[in-house]
């Protein structure tokens, strides 16, 4: 088995509308998985779905290859994007409730809350009530509570907003260090920067259906346009510019660069990249040679408003 | 520990450590018995005594008047009316009552004034009527020629035994006891389902507020939360109802054997009053009382509490579950609170008059209505059909409502921002 879960034509309507039309998505093992789209675009409904909050009109959800039921609650860390503990209860005892509530013994949800509390050095925090705390101290929390279960699937909605990018760059690194560990992480997310540093795979859903799944390096293959970024210190500028305009499109480029070159963007269509390069050795001193790869955000805003 | 039990150790935790409730806790029976023992002792002080002038011109009555503790009489039948009314004006006494001199007993009986600025207690004036009727009645008699000692010994006194079909004894005014101990335990639900049905409410909009809901949730059935919530609530409620009996009861020996004040609770007064009246005393009132269905009370106050707390507790924590915030909750609780208020109202007036008639046996049968009504109804000895039909239909009614506010719960503890309507609290249930 290779996927962690398995959406499988998921209909998910509230009186009239519909959340989630005819959905599947395949999340790989110890992969971290991106679910973009854009607000209202069904994403919460989908993870309340994988999260048993609540039930799917139609199809069905696979975790590990077996049909939801409830005994996959310890096996799922959730932490939703309105985040929120009980405000006048102590930290310590909050976090053994919850751990419990995962289905954790007292003793076991002892051991791993002092791993946690030493890891991210919060151990004086055990007697004190969420109230006392700030926010970010409170996020700290939950992002232990989501994970003190070592749960195999890990759900974060939105996980870095609200945070402070010292404490976004802990969980960060904690959230690769516990796919190091073999969980499997989904993310929903319209950050897009976070998605293309952290996500092997992404699925886009936008109005209710799903319009990209794949591995992030697959989708963006499909999204590539076989343009170049090129800078070149040429003497013979105009030489030049009539051999590439005669074989590709040209157009201007924008980059930073430390000489004062020419920056061009070449469609090079069903031509080699090498093609482009002989033309371009030819005729000066190349400073800059870049494949322009589209960016997540490229790709999401492109089949949004398609 | 499973689920519900973690749940319900919580809120149960949550709740009693909680500032406001152990501050209500201890303060509140302080509270009560300071104002017990404050209007036992206003009862206890004398109020002023009211000085009543007599103008006695037929000479017939001025003995007649006792002073007694509220009243004082004083003799002016030699003053001039229009002086003694100046006097009144003046304040220097309460009242005039002006007896003019005829001879004839009929006409003078319908010529008696009573002049004062303040109108007079009712009771008060009905006394001095008697006084002087019986002081005419007795002249009547003498100028008749009639023989007063054989009248008086002619003079019939009844009081009318009461008693059951099956022979036995009853006693007049026992119905007061019925009524108090079946009011108290049907008062106790009341004040129970709203105490502690709005705390449920409250914890659940708290849930709600804090965004934690979303995380339990996921962990748990809302079923099961809201099922944890009402029994952790309750039994805190419970608590705090045994340490309020434990020292009121204490306080109230305490402050009676301090301030020498008799306080005794109005129905216990009642059965004194009545008492008296009666020839058995009371040995025959405490026999009547062991001869109540004590353990059938027991049980079905046990039963009904149960019933009848569940099922409010929940429309609150479906009502919690609908709202944002406690202002918002206002427009739902009113059909809560209404069915309770009749419940007592019902209860007070119906069930003391004609505790079988039909008003009576068809709230204690109403679901929202039966654990007051029928608690109230016990005392007096309920078939037990009727008791087995009307638990059928609180439970049966229960399950029912506990499945819709389960419902209902379950869709708006994830629903924020605005303030549902009823027609959407109907589009809930059909999700």
Same mark, same amino acid.
């Given at each position: 088995m290779n996927n962690i879960l398995e959406v499988k034509n998921v209909v998910k309507q509230y009186g009239d509308y519909t959340a989630l039309n005819n959905v599947s998505l395949q999340v790989p093992k110890g992969s971290i998985y991106g679910l973009l789209g854009p607000n209202g675009a069904g994403k919460t409904s989908l993870i309340r779905i994988i999260n048993q909050i609540t039930m799917p009109d139609k199809g069905t959800v696979l975790l590990d290859g077996e049909p939801l039921n409830l005994a996959h609650v310890k096996d799922i860390g959730y932490m939703p994007e309105e985040r929120g503990l009980y405000k006048s209860m102590k930290v310590g005892e909050q976090a053994l409730y919850l751990a419990q509530l995962k289905g954790l013994s007292k003793a076991e949800a002892k051991k791993q809350l002092d791993y946690w509390f030493d890891r991210l050095e919060i151990q004086g925090w055990w007697n004190k009530k969420i109230q006392e705390l700030s926010k970010g101290m409170a996020q700290k929390i939950q992002f232990v509570v989501t994970v003190l279960h070592k749960p195999k699937l890990l759900i974060f909605d939105e996980p870095f907003s609200g945070f402070d990018p010292v404490n976004a760059n802990l969980i960060k690194d904690e959230i690769l260090e516990l796919k190091k560990q073999g969980s499997t992480i989904i993310f929903s997310t319209h950050?897009? #920067?976070?998605?293309? #540093?952290?996500?092997?795979?992404?699925?886009?859903?936008?109005? !209710?259906?799903?319009?990209?799944?794949?591995?992030l390096i697959d989708v963006k293959k499909e999204y590539r346009s076989n343009a170049f970024e090129i800078g070149i210190m040429s003497s013979n500028v105009e030489?030049?510019?009539?051999?590439?305009?005669?074989?590709?499109?040209?157009?201007?480029?924008?980059?930073? !660069? @430390?000489?004062?070159? @020419?920056? @061009?963007?070449?469609?090079?269509?069903?031509?080699?990249?090498?093609?482009?390069?002989?033309?371009?050795?030819?005729?000066?001193?190349?400073?800059?040679?870049?494949?322009?790869?589209? !960016?997540?955000?490229?790709?999401?805003?492109?089949?949004?408003?398609? | 520990m499973s689920i519900l039990k973690l749940i319900i150790k919580r809120e149960f935790i949550a709740k009693v450590r909680n500032k406001s409730f152990i501050v209500m806790t201890f303060l509140s029976p302080l509270l009560m018995v300071g104002l017990a023992a404050f209007v036992g002792y206003l009862s206890t002080m004398k109020s002023d005594v009211k000085v009543i002038a007599i103008h006695d011109e037929s000479g017939l009555f001025?003995?007649?008047?006792?002073?007694?503790?509220?009243?004082?009489?004083?003799?002016r039948s030699k003053e001039s009316l229009t002086s003694l009314k100046d006097s009144i004006n003046a304040e220097k006494f309460e009242a005039l009552l002006v007896i003019p001199k005829e001879l004839d007993n009929k006409k003078l009986a319908s010529e008696i004034k009573y002049i004062s600025n303040e109108s007079p207690d009712p009771d008060f004036v009905s006394e001095l009527e008697t006084t002087i009727a019986k002081r005419l009645t007795k002249s009547n008699f003498e100028i008749a020629k009639l023989d007063t000692l054989a009248i008086k010994n002619a003079e019939a006194k009844v009081s009318i035994l009461l008693s059951k079909a099956s022979g036995e004894e009853n006693v007049k005014g026992l119905n007061y006891i019925k009524v108090f101990i079946g009011a108290s335990f049907g008062y106790l639900i009341m004040m129970f389902i709203i105490i502690y049905g709005n705390m449920v409410m409250r914890s659940v909009i708290e849930e709600k507020?804090?965004?934690?809901?979303?995380? =339990? /949730?996921?962990? +748990?059935?809302?079923?099961?939360?809201?099922?944890?919530? /009402? &029994?952790?609530?309750s039994l805190a409620g419970v608590l705090q109802f045994v340490i309020w009996a434990i020292l009121a009861g204490t306080l109230f020996f305490v402050a009676s054997l301090l301030l020498g004040i008799n306080i005794t609770p109005p129905a216990a007064g009642m059965v004194s009053t009545a008492a008296e009246g009666s020839i058995g005393g009371l040995q025959l009132y405490v026999n009547e009382i062991t001869k109540l269905p004590l353990i059938t009370l027991v049980i079905s106050f046990l039963v009904y509490f149960i019933g009848g707390y569940f099922l409010y507790s929940s429309i609150y924590a479906a009502i919690g579950a609908a709202v944002d915030n406690e202002t918002d909750s206002q427009q739902f609780l009113l059909p809560i609170i209404l069915p309770l208020m009749l419940a007592v109202y019902v209860g007070f007036f119906s069930v003391l008059n004609d505790p079988h008639g039909t008003v009576a046996t068809t709230f204690s049968m109403i679901?929202?209505?039966?654990? =007051? +009504?029928?608690?109230?109804? &016990?005392?007096?000895? +309920?078939?037990?059909?009727?008791?087995?039909?009307?638990?059928? &239909?609180?439970?049966?009614?229960?399950?029912? +409502?506990?499945?819709?506010?389960?419902?209902?719960?379950? =869709? *708006? =503890?994830?629903?924020? *921002?605005?303030?549902?309507?009823?027609?959407?609290?109907?589009?809930?249930l059909k999700y």
């Open positions: 950050r897009m #920067e976070s998605v293309e #540093e952290l996500c092997d795979d992404i699925a886009l859903i936008h109005k !209710s259906n799903k319009l990209i799944e794949g591995k030489g030049l510019m009539y051999q590439l305009t005669q074989k590709f499109t040209v157009g201007q480029a924008n980059f930073k !660069s @430390l000489n004062d070159d @020419l920056k @061009l963007e070449i469609q090079i269509g069903n031509s080699t990249p090498n093609e482009l390069l002989n033309i371009l050795t030819q005729n000066g001193q190349v400073t800059h040679f870049v494949e322009k790869i589209p !960016s997540v955000n490229d790709i999401f805003i492109q089949t949004v408003s398609k | 001025l003995n007649d008047f006792k002073n007694s503790e509220d009243y004082n009489y004083i003799d507020t804090n965004r934690i809901i979303e995380i =339990i /949730i996921s962990s +748990v059935k809302p079923f099961q939360l809201m099922m944890g919530k /009402i &029994i952790g609530t679901p929202l209505t039966s654990p =007051i +009504v029928m608690l109230m109804r &016990i005392p007096f000895g +309920v078939p037990w059909w009727q008791l087995l039909i009307s638990l059928v &239909i609180l439970f049966g009614t229960f399950f029912l +409502v506990v499945w819709f506010a389960a419902k209902i719960y379950r =869709i *708006g =503890i994830l629903m924020y *921002g605005k303030k549902p309507t009823w027609k959407e609290l109907y589009k809930w």
